[in-house]
Protein backbone atom coordinates (compact mmCIF):
# COMPACT_ATOMS: atom_id res chain seq x y z
CA UNK A 1 0.00 0.00 0.00
CA UNK A 2 1.11 3.14 -1.04
CA UNK A 3 1.58 6.45 0.77
CA UNK A 4 -1.16 7.72 -1.79
CA UNK A 5 -3.46 4.65 -0.95
CA UNK A 6 -2.63 5.13 2.85
CA UNK A 7 -4.10 8.76 2.53
CA UNK A 8 -7.23 7.90 0.50
CA UNK A 9 -8.11 5.53 3.19
CA UNK A 10 -7.43 7.54 5.77
CA UNK A 11 -9.63 10.52 4.58
CA UNK A 12 -12.29 8.22 2.40
CA UNK A 13 -14.67 7.76 5.16
CA UNK A 14 -18.87 8.26 5.01
CA UNK A 15 -20.40 6.50 7.48
CA UNK A 16 -18.59 7.17 10.29
CA UNK A 17 -18.77 10.70 9.83
CA UNK A 18 -20.61 13.22 12.55
CA UNK A 19 -24.06 14.52 11.96
CA UNK A 20 -24.34 17.83 9.77
CA UNK A 21 -23.98 19.49 13.19
CA UNK A 22 -21.02 17.91 13.79
CA UNK A 23 -22.01 16.07 16.78
CA UNK A 24 -21.08 12.57 18.06
CA UNK A 25 -24.32 11.53 20.05
CA UNK A 26 -24.96 14.69 22.18
CA UNK A 27 -21.14 15.89 21.80
CA UNK A 28 -19.48 18.11 19.60
CA UNK A 29 -21.17 21.04 17.72
CA UNK A 30 -20.44 24.84 17.36
CA UNK A 31 -20.38 26.65 20.44
CA UNK A 32 -18.46 29.81 19.12
CA UNK A 33 -19.21 33.46 18.30
CA UNK A 34 -21.64 34.59 15.65
CA UNK A 35 -18.32 35.89 13.43
CA UNK A 36 -16.88 32.73 13.32
CA UNK A 37 -19.74 30.88 11.56
CA UNK A 38 -18.69 31.69 7.97
CA UNK A 39 -15.35 30.55 8.42
CA UNK A 40 -16.00 27.32 10.14
CA UNK A 41 -18.80 26.81 6.97
CA UNK A 42 -15.83 27.54 4.45
CA UNK A 43 -13.86 25.31 6.29
CA UNK A 44 -16.23 22.70 6.16
CA UNK A 45 -17.08 22.95 2.36
CA UNK A 46 -13.16 23.29 1.85
CA UNK A 47 -12.22 19.98 3.73
CA UNK A 48 -15.37 18.01 2.36
CA UNK A 49 -14.39 18.97 -0.90
CA UNK A 50 -10.50 18.38 -0.42
CA UNK A 51 -10.43 14.87 0.92
CA UNK A 52 -12.48 13.37 -1.91
CA UNK A 53 -10.56 15.59 -4.64
CA UNK A 54 -6.97 13.51 -6.10
CA UNK A 55 -5.21 16.92 -6.15
CA UNK A 56 -5.40 16.98 -2.57
CA UNK A 57 -4.86 13.58 -1.71
CA UNK A 58 -1.58 13.32 -3.72
CA UNK A 59 -0.27 16.36 -2.45
CA UNK A 60 -0.86 15.59 1.12
CA UNK A 61 0.55 12.33 0.25
CA UNK A 62 3.71 13.25 -1.33
CA UNK A 63 4.58 16.10 1.74
CA UNK A 64 3.44 12.84 4.27
CA UNK A 65 6.23 10.71 2.57
CA UNK A 66 9.19 13.67 1.41
CA UNK A 67 8.70 15.64 4.26
CA UNK A 68 7.23 14.39 7.26
CA UNK A 69 8.52 11.12 6.77
CA UNK A 70 5.87 7.92 6.21
CA UNK A 71 4.94 5.62 6.94
CA UNK A 72 6.79 5.68 10.27
CA UNK A 73 8.22 2.31 11.80
CA UNK A 74 6.12 -0.29 14.07
CA UNK A 75 8.87 -2.05 16.21
CA UNK A 76 8.41 -4.95 18.32
CA UNK A 77 9.38 -4.19 21.86
CA UNK A 78 10.98 -7.39 23.39
CA UNK A 79 12.83 -5.69 26.47
CA UNK A 80 9.94 -3.48 27.30
CA UNK A 81 7.58 -6.94 27.13
CA UNK A 82 9.13 -8.73 29.25
CA UNK A 83 9.43 -5.61 31.76
CA UNK A 84 5.77 -5.50 31.79
CA UNK A 85 5.40 -9.34 32.26
CA UNK A 86 7.58 -9.46 34.92
CA UNK A 87 5.39 -6.28 36.69
CA UNK A 88 2.57 -8.12 35.93
CA UNK A 89 3.99 -11.19 37.15
CA UNK A 90 3.00 -13.74 33.90
CA UNK A 91 5.27 -15.10 31.79
CA UNK A 92 7.34 -12.72 29.45
CA UNK A 93 6.04 -14.99 26.32
CA UNK A 94 2.86 -14.03 27.04
CA UNK A 95 3.10 -10.49 26.13
CA UNK A 96 3.89 -8.75 23.02
CA UNK A 97 4.18 -5.06 22.54
CA UNK A 98 4.64 -2.77 19.65
CA UNK A 99 5.08 0.35 19.32
CA UNK A 100 3.35 2.85 16.06
CA UNK A 101 6.73 5.16 15.94
CA UNK A 102 5.02 8.50 15.76
CA UNK A 103 8.37 10.07 17.25
CA UNK A 104 10.30 9.56 13.68
CA UNK A 105 8.29 11.69 12.12
CA UNK A 106 9.80 15.28 11.17
CA UNK A 107 9.63 17.19 14.40
CA UNK A 108 9.37 14.57 16.90
CA UNK A 109 5.90 13.68 17.22
CA UNK A 110 2.25 12.91 15.39
CA UNK A 111 1.50 16.59 15.74
CA UNK A 112 2.61 17.48 11.79
CA UNK A 113 0.42 15.10 9.81
CA UNK A 114 -2.24 17.36 10.63
CA UNK A 115 -0.32 20.90 10.20
CA UNK A 116 0.63 19.88 7.07
CA UNK A 117 -2.70 18.56 5.95
CA UNK A 118 -4.29 22.26 7.40
CA UNK A 119 -2.15 24.27 5.77
CA UNK A 120 -2.06 23.01 2.04
CA UNK A 121 -6.14 23.93 3.03
CA UNK A 122 -5.63 27.48 4.17
CA UNK A 123 -3.34 28.09 1.34
CA UNK A 124 -6.12 26.85 -1.08
CA UNK A 125 -8.56 29.10 1.26
CA UNK A 126 -6.01 31.94 0.56
CA UNK A 127 -5.24 32.58 3.73
CA UNK A 128 -1.77 34.32 5.23
CA UNK A 129 -1.48 34.08 8.64
CA UNK A 130 -1.90 30.65 10.87
CA UNK A 131 -1.95 30.87 14.18
CA UNK A 132 -2.01 27.83 17.06
CA UNK A 133 -2.24 27.25 20.60
CA UNK A 134 -0.17 24.86 21.58
CA UNK A 135 0.99 23.10 25.08
CA UNK A 136 4.03 20.53 25.10
CA UNK A 137 4.97 22.36 22.14
CA UNK A 138 4.98 19.95 19.72
CA UNK A 139 1.51 21.44 17.74
CA UNK A 140 3.19 24.32 17.76
CA UNK A 141 6.60 23.33 16.86
CA UNK A 142 4.84 21.45 14.09
CA UNK A 143 2.81 24.39 13.31
CA UNK A 144 6.03 26.63 12.86
CA UNK A 145 7.77 24.32 10.41
CA UNK A 146 4.64 23.66 8.24
CA UNK A 147 4.17 27.93 7.90
CA UNK A 148 7.92 28.11 7.29
CA UNK A 149 7.68 24.96 4.30
CA UNK A 150 4.68 27.04 3.00
CA UNK A 151 5.91 30.47 3.40
CA UNK A 152 3.46 31.72 6.04
CA UNK A 153 3.49 34.38 8.82
CA UNK A 154 3.01 32.33 11.98
CA UNK A 155 1.55 33.40 15.79
CA UNK A 156 1.68 30.84 18.75
CA UNK A 157 0.08 31.19 21.95
CA UNK A 158 1.12 29.14 24.66
CA UNK A 159 0.36 29.47 28.29
CA UNK A 160 3.28 31.27 30.41
CA UNK A 161 3.71 27.84 32.69
CA UNK A 162 4.11 26.19 29.82
CA UNK A 163 6.24 28.51 28.12
CA UNK A 164 8.87 27.88 31.19
CA UNK A 165 8.73 23.90 31.08
CA UNK A 166 9.02 23.78 27.52
CA UNK A 167 11.68 26.06 27.01
CA UNK A 168 13.54 24.03 24.13
CA UNK A 169 10.50 23.91 22.13
CA UNK A 170 9.61 27.23 22.63
CA UNK A 171 13.44 28.27 20.91
CA UNK A 172 12.62 25.73 18.29
CA UNK A 173 9.57 27.62 17.23
CA UNK A 174 11.44 30.96 17.28
CA UNK A 175 14.02 29.96 15.20
CA UNK A 176 11.62 28.93 12.59
CA UNK A 177 10.47 32.03 12.35
CA UNK A 178 7.00 31.49 14.81
CA UNK A 179 5.94 34.42 17.44
CA UNK A 180 5.34 32.94 20.37
CA UNK A 181 2.89 35.15 22.71
CA UNK A 182 3.24 33.84 26.48
CA UNK A 183 -0.38 33.80 28.39
CA UNK A 184 -0.31 34.69 31.81
CA UNK A 185 -3.97 34.64 32.13
CA UNK A 186 -5.80 31.59 34.24
CA UNK A 187 -3.59 28.60 34.81
CA UNK A 188 -1.46 29.79 32.23
CA UNK A 189 -1.00 26.57 30.80
CA UNK A 190 -3.09 25.06 27.10
CA UNK A 191 -6.53 25.73 28.35
CA UNK A 192 -5.72 29.80 28.33
CA UNK A 193 -3.27 29.48 25.15
CA UNK A 194 -6.68 28.33 23.37
CA UNK A 195 -8.51 31.38 24.66
CA UNK A 196 -6.37 33.91 23.08
CA UNK A 197 -5.85 32.44 20.21
CA UNK A 198 -9.85 32.20 19.65
CA UNK A 199 -9.61 35.92 20.03
CA UNK A 200 -7.12 36.68 17.61
CA UNK A 201 -9.02 34.47 15.37
CA UNK A 202 -12.42 36.39 15.97
CA UNK A 203 -10.31 39.54 15.01
CA UNK A 204 -8.55 38.46 12.12
CA UNK A 205 -10.84 35.45 10.46
CA UNK A 206 -10.64 37.48 6.66
CA UNK A 207 -6.47 36.38 6.71
CA UNK A 208 -6.36 34.06 9.54
CA UNK A 209 -6.20 30.11 9.78
CA UNK A 210 -6.23 28.91 13.11
CA UNK A 211 -4.30 25.45 13.27
CA UNK A 212 -6.42 23.59 16.06
CA UNK A 213 -4.16 20.73 16.98
CA UNK A 214 -6.14 18.49 18.49
CA UNK A 215 -9.58 16.66 17.91
CA UNK A 216 -11.21 19.66 20.14
CA UNK A 217 -12.83 22.44 19.36
CA UNK A 218 -15.59 23.74 17.13
CA UNK A 219 -16.52 21.16 13.94
CA UNK A 220 -15.25 20.14 11.61
CA UNK A 221 -11.97 20.31 13.47
CA UNK A 222 -12.64 17.31 15.73
CA UNK A 223 -13.35 15.22 12.22
CA UNK A 224 -11.16 16.85 10.21
CA UNK A 225 -7.87 16.58 12.63
CA UNK A 226 -9.28 13.08 13.35
CA UNK A 227 -8.83 11.85 9.59
CA UNK A 228 -5.33 13.62 8.91
CA UNK A 229 -4.04 11.42 11.75
CA UNK A 230 -6.23 8.64 10.69
CA UNK A 231 -3.16 7.65 8.51
CA UNK A 232 -1.15 6.63 11.85
CA UNK A 233 -4.21 3.57 12.35
CA UNK A 234 -4.13 2.89 8.84
CA UNK A 235 -0.78 2.24 8.35
CA UNK A 236 -0.53 0.58 12.00
CA UNK A 237 -3.23 -2.32 10.72
CA UNK A 238 -1.60 -3.04 7.86
CA UNK A 239 1.73 -3.42 9.61
CA UNK A 240 0.43 -5.19 12.57
CA UNK A 241 -1.15 -7.81 9.77
CA UNK A 242 1.84 -8.36 8.56
CA UNK A 243 4.30 -8.50 11.73
CA UNK A 244 1.91 -11.28 13.56
CA UNK A 245 0.78 -12.88 10.46
CA UNK A 246 -2.60 -11.84 10.05
CA UNK A 247 -3.36 -11.28 13.47
CA UNK A 248 -4.95 -8.38 14.79
CA UNK A 249 -3.51 -6.20 17.93
CA UNK A 250 -5.87 -7.45 21.31
CA UNK A 251 -5.77 -3.49 22.82
CA UNK A 252 -4.32 -0.34 21.45
CA UNK A 253 -3.34 1.49 23.94
CA UNK A 254 -2.91 5.63 23.76
CA UNK A 255 -2.51 8.67 25.61
CA UNK A 256 -5.49 10.84 25.58
CA UNK A 257 -5.40 14.82 26.17
CA UNK A 258 -7.37 16.32 23.79
CA UNK A 259 -6.79 13.09 22.19
CA UNK A 260 -5.78 13.41 18.57
CA UNK A 261 -3.35 10.42 18.50
CA UNK A 262 -5.38 8.35 20.29
CA UNK A 263 -7.81 9.39 17.43
CA UNK A 264 -5.47 8.64 14.84
CA UNK A 265 -4.53 5.03 15.79
CA UNK A 266 -8.32 4.20 17.22
CA UNK A 267 -10.32 4.71 14.26
CA UNK A 268 -9.20 2.60 11.06
CA UNK A 269 -9.76 -0.92 14.10
CA UNK A 270 -13.43 0.27 14.66
CA UNK A 271 -14.83 -2.39 12.41
CA UNK A 272 -12.81 -5.07 14.58
CA UNK A 273 -14.19 -3.32 17.85
CA UNK A 274 -17.79 -3.63 16.68
CA UNK A 275 -16.74 -7.31 16.21
CA UNK A 276 -15.25 -7.89 19.58
CA UNK A 277 -11.42 -8.45 17.96
CA UNK A 278 -9.71 -5.61 19.01
CA UNK A 279 -10.40 -3.45 22.83
CA UNK A 280 -9.76 0.20 22.41
CA UNK A 281 -8.01 1.82 25.75
CA UNK A 282 -6.95 5.53 26.20
CA UNK A 283 -4.75 6.88 29.16
CA UNK A 284 -5.44 9.96 30.93
CA UNK A 285 -3.44 12.17 33.70
CA UNK A 286 -4.05 11.42 37.01
CA UNK A 287 -1.95 14.19 38.04
CA UNK A 288 -0.73 14.20 42.16
CA UNK A 289 -3.63 11.31 42.30
CA UNK A 290 -7.40 11.47 41.01
CA UNK A 291 -8.76 11.73 44.44
CA UNK A 292 -6.25 15.39 45.16
CA UNK A 293 -8.60 17.62 42.46
CA UNK A 294 -4.88 17.93 40.65
CA UNK A 295 -5.54 16.15 37.41
CA UNK A 296 -6.21 15.98 33.56
CA UNK A 297 -8.84 13.38 33.95
CA UNK A 298 -12.42 14.66 32.43
CA UNK A 299 -13.51 11.14 31.39
CA UNK A 300 -12.66 9.81 34.37
CA UNK A 301 -14.37 12.42 37.12
CA UNK A 302 -15.81 15.46 34.87
CA UNK A 303 -19.29 16.23 33.22
CA UNK A 304 -20.77 17.10 29.84
CA UNK A 305 -19.77 21.10 29.37
CA UNK A 306 -18.95 23.50 26.82
CA UNK A 307 -15.09 24.44 26.28
CA UNK A 308 -13.23 25.85 23.23
CA UNK A 309 -16.61 25.82 21.28
CA UNK A 310 -17.97 22.05 21.23
CA UNK A 311 -19.86 20.22 23.96
CA UNK A 312 -17.60 17.21 25.16
CA UNK A 313 -16.63 16.05 29.09
CA UNK A 314 -14.74 18.92 30.85
CA UNK A 315 -13.46 19.49 34.68
CA UNK A 316 -15.70 21.96 36.01
CA UNK A 317 -16.58 23.24 39.67
CA UNK A 318 -20.17 23.13 41.11
CA UNK A 319 -20.90 26.60 39.58
CA UNK A 320 -20.09 24.86 35.78
CA UNK A 321 -16.94 27.23 35.65
CA UNK A 322 -13.96 25.49 34.23
CA UNK A 323 -11.21 24.00 36.91
CA UNK A 324 -7.57 23.93 36.44
CA UNK A 325 -6.22 20.74 35.27
CA UNK A 326 -2.74 19.51 36.01
CA UNK A 327 -0.40 17.09 34.58
CA UNK A 328 3.70 17.14 34.59
CA UNK A 329 2.65 16.37 31.04
CA UNK A 330 2.32 19.79 29.32
CA UNK A 331 0.19 17.83 26.49
CA UNK A 332 -2.63 16.39 28.88
CA UNK A 333 -2.88 19.36 31.17
CA UNK A 334 -5.79 19.90 29.74
CA UNK A 335 -9.45 20.40 31.92
CA UNK A 336 -11.55 19.02 28.52
CA UNK A 337 -11.52 15.81 25.65
CA UNK A 338 -12.60 15.73 22.31
CA UNK A 339 -15.99 15.17 21.60
CA UNK A 340 -15.57 11.82 19.72
CA UNK A 341 -14.12 10.37 22.79
CA UNK A 342 -16.65 11.75 24.92
CA UNK A 343 -18.88 9.71 22.28
CA UNK A 344 -16.89 6.66 22.66
CA UNK A 345 -16.79 7.16 26.44
CA UNK A 346 -20.48 6.90 26.62
CA UNK A 347 -21.08 4.08 23.84
CA UNK A 348 -18.32 1.47 25.62
CA UNK A 349 -16.41 1.75 22.04
CA UNK A 350 -13.10 2.39 24.25
CA UNK A 351 -12.28 2.21 27.85
CA UNK A 352 -10.01 5.14 29.69
CA UNK A 353 -7.98 4.46 32.60
CA UNK A 354 -5.16 7.46 33.77
CA UNK A 355 -1.70 7.36 35.22
CA UNK A 356 -0.30 9.78 38.05
CA UNK A 357 3.20 11.78 37.14
CA UNK A 358 5.00 9.43 39.28
CA UNK A 359 3.58 6.46 37.27
CA UNK A 360 4.10 8.68 33.81
CA UNK A 361 8.31 9.11 35.03
CA UNK A 362 8.52 5.08 35.65
CA UNK A 363 7.15 4.57 32.12
CA UNK A 364 9.35 6.85 30.55
CA UNK A 365 12.49 4.73 32.89
CA UNK A 366 11.02 2.07 31.60
CA UNK A 367 11.44 2.50 27.74
CA UNK A 368 14.46 4.11 28.10
CA UNK A 369 16.40 1.60 30.04
CA UNK A 370 14.41 -1.81 28.01
CA UNK A 371 14.50 -0.06 24.25
CA UNK A 372 16.84 2.52 24.31
CA UNK A 373 13.80 5.47 23.50
CA UNK A 374 13.21 8.79 25.33
CA UNK A 375 9.23 9.07 25.02
CA UNK A 376 7.50 12.17 25.31
CA UNK A 377 5.61 12.09 28.90
CA UNK A 378 2.11 12.14 26.72
CA UNK A 379 3.25 9.11 25.73
CA UNK A 380 4.98 7.43 29.13
CA UNK A 381 1.26 7.44 30.79
CA UNK A 382 0.31 4.99 28.03
CA UNK A 383 3.60 2.96 28.09
CA UNK A 384 2.94 3.01 32.76
CA UNK A 385 -0.78 1.81 31.98
CA UNK A 386 0.57 -1.48 29.91
CA UNK A 387 1.80 -3.13 33.80
CA UNK A 388 -1.93 -2.26 34.93
CA UNK A 389 -3.22 -3.35 31.49
CA UNK A 390 -1.40 -6.91 31.80
CA UNK A 391 -2.76 -7.33 35.29
CA UNK A 392 -6.02 -6.80 35.16
CA UNK A 393 -6.18 -9.00 32.10
CA UNK A 394 -4.08 -12.25 33.45
CA UNK A 395 -7.16 -14.30 32.97
CA UNK A 396 -7.23 -13.88 28.67
CA UNK A 397 -3.99 -14.93 28.84
CA UNK A 398 -5.06 -18.69 30.27
CA UNK A 399 -6.08 -19.72 26.42
CA UNK A 400 -2.31 -19.84 26.17
CA UNK A 401 -2.19 -17.21 23.13
CA UNK A 402 -0.01 -14.35 23.87
CA UNK A 403 -1.40 -11.07 25.04
CA UNK A 404 -0.74 -8.62 21.81
CA UNK A 405 -0.70 -4.86 22.64
CA UNK A 406 -0.37 -2.16 19.87
CA UNK A 407 0.73 1.53 21.53
CA UNK A 408 0.89 4.56 19.96
CA UNK A 409 4.17 6.34 20.75
CA UNK A 410 2.87 10.08 20.04
CA UNK A 411 5.75 11.83 20.26
CA UNK A 412 9.83 11.87 21.72
CA UNK A 413 10.99 13.03 25.23
CA UNK A 414 13.80 15.39 24.25
CA UNK A 415 11.27 18.19 24.67
CA UNK A 416 10.45 16.78 28.69
CA UNK A 417 14.19 16.38 29.86
CA UNK A 418 14.21 19.59 31.99
CA UNK A 419 10.63 19.25 33.12
CA UNK A 420 11.96 15.61 34.28
CA UNK A 421 15.11 17.22 36.04
CA UNK A 422 13.28 19.86 37.66
CA UNK A 423 10.58 17.38 39.14
CA UNK A 424 13.38 15.47 40.44
CA UNK A 425 14.96 18.23 41.71
CA UNK A 426 18.34 17.60 39.80
CA UNK A 427 20.72 20.08 38.05
CA UNK A 428 21.42 18.97 34.44
CA UNK A 429 25.13 19.98 34.63
CA UNK A 430 25.06 17.51 37.56
CA UNK A 431 24.98 14.39 35.07
CA UNK A 432 24.11 10.94 36.41
CA UNK A 433 23.79 12.41 39.87
CA UNK A 434 22.34 9.84 42.33
CA UNK A 435 18.70 8.85 41.54
CA UNK A 436 18.82 9.51 38.03
CA UNK A 437 18.71 5.51 37.09
CA UNK A 438 14.91 4.35 37.82
CA UNK A 439 14.70 0.65 39.37
CA UNK A 440 12.33 -0.44 36.74
CA UNK A 441 9.72 -1.25 40.39
Excluded at 237 to 243: A, C, P, S, T, V
Excluded at 291 to 309: D, F, N, Q, Y
Excluded at 316 to 333: C, K, N, P, V
Aim: charge should be negative; hydrophobic fraction near 40%.
Amino acid sequence: MSTLDIVRAALGRAEDTPDTSGHYGPYGGRYVPETLMAALDELSAAYDAARVDPKFQAELAEYLSEYVGRPTALTFAPRLSARVADQADVNAEQIRIYLKREDLCHTGAHKINNTIGQLILAKALGKTRIIAETGAGQHGVATATAAAFFGLECCIYMGAEDVKRQSLNVFRMKMLGAEVIPVSAGSKTLKDAMNEAIRDWVTNVRTTHYVIGSVAGPHPYPMMVRDFQRVIGVEAKKQFLKKEDGALPDYIVACVGGGSNAMGIFHPFLSEVAEGKVKLVGVEAAGYGLESGKHGAPLALGEPGVLHGSLSYVLQDQFGQIAEAHSISAGLDYPGVGPEHSFFKDEHIAVYGSVTDDEALVGFRDMAETEGILAALESSHAIAYLRKLVADKKEDLKSGEPMRILLCLSGRGDKDVQAIADHLGIELGDGLAPGVKGSGS
